[in-house]
């Protein structure tokens, strides 16, 4: 296969520092880098096609591949999901993880990877268990990984530090590059104190990230303070959790102190309002977020609570729920909305990916624009284009997904994975799992 990709006659969506788009574009990969972007016309006269393997992008969006900054690998989509947060983890997703089995999370990762990469996601940012077989599935099927173990206090019976230290000295820089660990901590409920100043010095020991869930749940910020004394992020400063490589899920409750406190340690977040919807557990106060100059960035969370990792649809909400609720419509225009999936989410992870630019990491998607989604579509306009991508569309119309320079899925495809094979083992693996999950009475 060539390392040498040129997507050609597309509408080329840079995300750039001036935001340009360009009508009948071209970008150049080579190797796992972008080479050139430009007018088809410019590029011609620059580039050869000799050798290379040229894809006709007409009637398509060329973009960046979307980063899902909050994720989790799912093995349950639908089970049991008519329940709060709280109740729903007690009796449903924590039984479920302490029953996986390595096999289990490799067959789940690959389905939850496959359904993200079909939706045009480059990037997982994801928390769960079983780090080696996520990581034998990301390397397979060719996604851009970043994970984090489910670390947890010893009597919940998750993740240890010891397992996530483990994680990273088998599986960190693994497909050249492409998986990264992280410190996972799962949250604060199921955390000490002690176990949060650990969960810093290890990240600074190996010189990695943390990852955590904070301030989702109302019920969340009451046992903080009735366990510390203090609102969750307030004791996670006080820990060392935040500084510019935590990524913080969710943040819905958020105090003022607490916003202050994001900003001063330049924490990143990563804004999952459908997850947040279906749960019931709150609007975050992202205009305030973004106002206040903190990174947010979108996700996802996971297929238990979303139903869909397709964050097309997460883009919508995470402009519309924002307008509702301010009785707004000014909030959240489609341009910064995907710019939050692209380039926000790329700079939360320290990625050289999210923007269309020479000597970025060739992660790129085609969207196909002749269907009803984009119709109609000014052929030269820059917002009627990013009105469709966040409003009108959701991952199906992702054609082609290119990750490090490889393309993955090509014409609705993959060139990777057995699909149908994948479908079948993830689906076995949950009754598997089912059949020996113990439910607290």
């Not at 969506?13 to 360009?22: R, S």
């Not at 046992?223 to 996670?236: C, D, H, I, L, Y």
Request: hydrophobic share 40%; aromatic share 6%.
């Amino acid at each position: 296969m060539s390392d040498r990709i040129i997507i050609r006659n597309g509408t080329v969506v840079t995300m750039n520092d001036a935001d340009d788009v360009i009508f009948g574009g071209t970008v150049v990969i080579e190797g796992d880098r972008i080479v050139d972007v430009g007018t088809s016309a410019e590029v011609a006269a620059r580039q050869s096609t000799d050798g290379a393997k040229v894809i006709d992008a007409e009637g398509k969006a060329v973009m960046p591949g979307l980063v899902d900054l909050h994720f989790h690998t799912a093995v349950g989509k639908g089970w049991s999901d008519h329940l709060p947060l709280w109740e729903y983890l007690e009796t449903c997703w924590y039984p479920i993880i302490r029953a996986l089995n390595p096999e289990e999370a490799y067959w789940a990762a690959l389905a939850s990877y496959s359904e993200s990469i079909k939706c045009g996601v480059t990037t997982v940012n994801d928390m769960y268990r079983q780090l080696g077989s996520l990581a034998r599935a990301a390397e397979e099927i060719g996604i851009r990984a970043v994970l984090g173990n489910d670390v947890a206090d010893d009597e919940h019976n998750l993740d240890t530090l010891e397992d996530n230290k483990a994680a990273y000295e088998a599986s960190n820089g693994a497909a050249n590059g492409r998986i990264e660990v992280y410190i996972g901590i799962e949250w604060l409920p199921l955390a000490s104190e002690g176990l949060l100043k650990e969960a810093r010095s290890l990240a600074d020991d190996l010189g990695t990230g943390i990852h955590i869930h904070l301030n989702e749940s109302l019920t969340e910020v009451e046992n903080s303070k009735q366990r510390f004394g203090r609102r969750p992020t307030e004791v996670a400063y006080d820990c060392g959790i935040l500084f510019d490589r935590c990524i913080a899920a969710h943040c819905v409750w958020l105090s003022d102190t607490e916003m202050a406190l994001m900003r001063e340690t330049g924490t990143q977040i990563s804004h999952n309002p459908s997850s947040n919807a279906k749960l019931g557990n709150g609007i975050a106060r992202v205009p305030e977020m973004l106002a206040a100059g903190i990174n947010v960035g979108l996700g996802h969370d996971a297929a238990e609570c979303n139903n869909s990792r397709d964050l097309f649809e997460v883009m919508k909400f995470a402009s519309l729920i924002h307008r509702a609720s301010r009785v707004d419509p000014s909030l959240q225009q489609a341009p910064d909305v995907v710019r939050m999936a692209t380039r926000n989410g790329s700079a939360a992870l320290r990625h050289e990916t999210g923007e269309l630019t020479i000597g970025k990491k060739a992660d790129v998607i085609l969207v196909d624009m002749r269907n009803q989604m984009f119709t109609p579509l000014h052929p030269d306009s820059k917002a009627h284009l990013y009105s469709h991508l966040v409003f009108s569309a959701n991952g199906s119309a992702v054609n082609t997904t290119i990750i490090d320079g490889q393309v993955v899925y090509e014409n609705r495809e993959f060139t990777t994975i057995d699909e149908p094979k994948v479908l079948h083992e993830a689906n076995a693996a949950f009754l598997s799992v089912l059949d020996r999950m113990v439910v607290p009475t």
